[in-house]
């Protein structure tokens, strides 16, 4: 089948990759605002041929964009616009609640399937398409009934060949969980750096930074251009999230400074976290929802 | 040489592991409160032999303490009224400030070496201990001059063959430093599980945790025994080190709710952490501090 491919970073090269190498797309146009990127994707083998929006769409049996969040918004209409009944459009961007409700009344609305593969590292551009990203992770797909059955059918295929499993929710649901989840840990992530960054001109000396250090302040590198449009977009919960968190921090730091039985309870609390993350334990099984195991190698 | 390890967790067992591969313990006596960490080291081949603090410090060359800070702050006034002359004493805990002060004035100041060796991770016991934990990390040691040059180069050569580089400065440089770079986030993880698992009960799926969220929270499942002291101890530092956080928090969160081109700049500061990191960058010609690279293998 024909990939066309809108945004050719992380995870849009990360896609075309194991599409690829799983013989699932045969060919793979790649679309991107940045000549640069779109050159440096074929340079890299992940494309066969650099097209425009206008010439990759009407080709493609299935698109799928992976552009910042804000970009998505104006291009996702433009996109269903130009394509035929038969082509399944995916849109894997981290929030979903405004970009669905742009396309609600669009006719080729069946057309379109709202994921979250929920993978990624820090880094960005084509050079950060990694194969293997996705395998044994979690993707969301929202408000499925919204989508035409031949084409949620042709979208969770390809999850499918990517290695995932598939999570089934509402676009207002997932914007709410991904604030907890992934959102805040980035929001708590580039505090943190600037936490540390205003302190420089003091004692702190980046030379001792410890794994601990060096893995919580990971997501610190991530790209402002990426993030920026997702925390506007999904502001409610990521303004709730921090909320909750700063709430939280303010009761660890004066139980630090004054009740010492109170700190050890919290972090005992927060211990719990061992036994409920996926993977530690049998989360899957205590969780109410719809998690289908579709394959994993 | 013959070494006593005294806390045979995590730590203890991983200096005693590699200590033992590199020819530079010949016999390792242990020393634990706790009877089955102690048989669970012997079993795992991490000492020699099982005994008690009193029979094993004398005939000790090299004492390693490695227990959690606040029993450090009793042992190691006990453990210097044993020593002989010739027997150099270490303790590797996260804070130095107090536990030097606490010897201060000890006849056997001179045999002992605060430090603290940055390396670990989320596990505890000595089934958590692992070769190679300290291989090109920095470890601290503190108010140099303060210790006996036999002694100090009988410490520099064991944490040179751990694989370690060295940083010098005083025990208050080191609780500041460490407060900002290690225990802030361990406190900024544990109130992040907190936080998630207050939303346990809406919408949160913690089967979606993607790599972000588990590297961000992993110190959350760090060992309350060991940290609780720690906050304790470095108290002033880890409640300013907080305050900083929260401060910085709650401008990112004013900046998403109200000025997207604040939050940009805040990122993008952020970001400046990449430059900065040691391994990413010459942070080690930048910083002005002496760092020693005595040894990578």
């Known amino acids: 089948m024909k990939l066309a491919v809108i945004g050719l970073g992380l995870i849009g090269g990360s896609i075309a990759k194991d599409l690829r190498k799983a013989g699932f797309a045969h060919e793979i146009l790649g679309v ?4 640069e990127n779109a050159q440096a994707a074929l340079r890299l083998g992940i494309i066969d041929r650099v097209e425009t929006l206008e010439s990759a769409i009407p080709k493609a049996d299935m698109v799928v964009i992976a552009i910042p969040v804000d970009k998505v918004l104006h291009s996702l209409t433009r996109v269903l616009d130009l394509v035929s009944d038969q082509t399944t459009v995916i849109d894997v961007g981290s929030t979903k609640k405004a970009i669905s409700e742009a396309v609600e009344n669009h ?156 700190m050890m309870a919290l972090m005992k609390n927060a211990n719990r976290i061992r036994g409920i993350l996926a993977g530690d334990g049998d989360s899957l099984v205590k969780n109410e929802r719809t998690i289908v195991k579709l394959y994993t190698k």
Not at 32 to 35: H, I, L, T, V
């Open 32 to 35: 991107d605002a940045s000549p």
């Open 107 to 262: 006719p080729k609305r069946r057309n379109y399937v709202p994921a979250h593969p929920m993978s990624g590292t820090e880094n960005s551009g084509p050079s950060a398409a990694l194969e293997g990203l996705f395998e044994g992770k979690i993707n969301i797909i929202c408000d499925q009934e919204k989508t035409g059955p031949q084409h949620l059918a042709f979208a969770e295929k390809m999850f499918q060949v990517l290695g995932m499993d598939i999570a089934y929710m509402t676009a207002d649901e997932q914007d709410h969980s991904t604030a907890f989840i992934s959102h805040l840990p980035h929001a708590a992530a580039f505090a943190l750096a600037n936490a540390v960054l205003d302190k420089e001109d003091r004692e702190i000396i980046f030379d001792l930074a410890s794994g601990g250090f060096t893995s919580t302040v990971r997501l610190a590198k991530s790209s402002p251009e990426m993030w920026g449009p997702i925390f506007q977009q999904n502001k409610e919960y990521v303004v709730e999230s921090l909320d909750v968190y700063i709430k939280h921090l303010k009761a660890f730091r004066k139980s630090i400074e004054s009740d010492p039985e109170q």
